[in-house]
């Protein structure tokens, strides 16, 4: 099999692989990446969730529309039940 040559036609370096012609284009002679047309063909473009939250527990737990006195509420109820399971491990281990 032929090995395929890519040159850079501004410096004149060349390269075998396209990974590393276009780390080179980027970093050494500002290129953008052309990631969107891959994106587009596979239809849906991937996004990454925002940490701490998973993908829709906002709308499933209702946190939209939950008053802060309820919330407080919710959050002062779990603090206490975790801790009273932690009451109860500590009591068993020790």
């Known amino acids: 099999m032929p090995k395929t040559t890519l040159r850079c036609k501004k410096c004149d370096k060349t390269f075998t692989r ?5 780390w080179h284009m980027q970093s050494m002679h500002g290129a953008k ?12 473009k991937r996004t990454m969730n925002k ?8 709308s ?3 946190l939209k529309t939950m008053t802060l ?4 509420e919710l959050i002062d109820a779990a603090r206490h039940e975790a801790r009273s399971k932690l ?3 500590e009591e068993s281990i020790g």
Not at 18 to 22: C, E, L, Q, R, S
């Open 18 to 22: 396209p990974g590393p012609f276009a």
């Open 33 to 44: 990446k052309k990631t969107a047309k891959k994106a587009k063909r596979r239809g849906k």
């Open 51 to 58: 940490a701490g939250r998973p993908k829709g527990s906002t």
């Open 60 to 62: 499933r737990f209702g």
């Open 69 to 72: 006195e309820r919330l407080t």
């Open 87 to 89: 009451a109860e491990i």
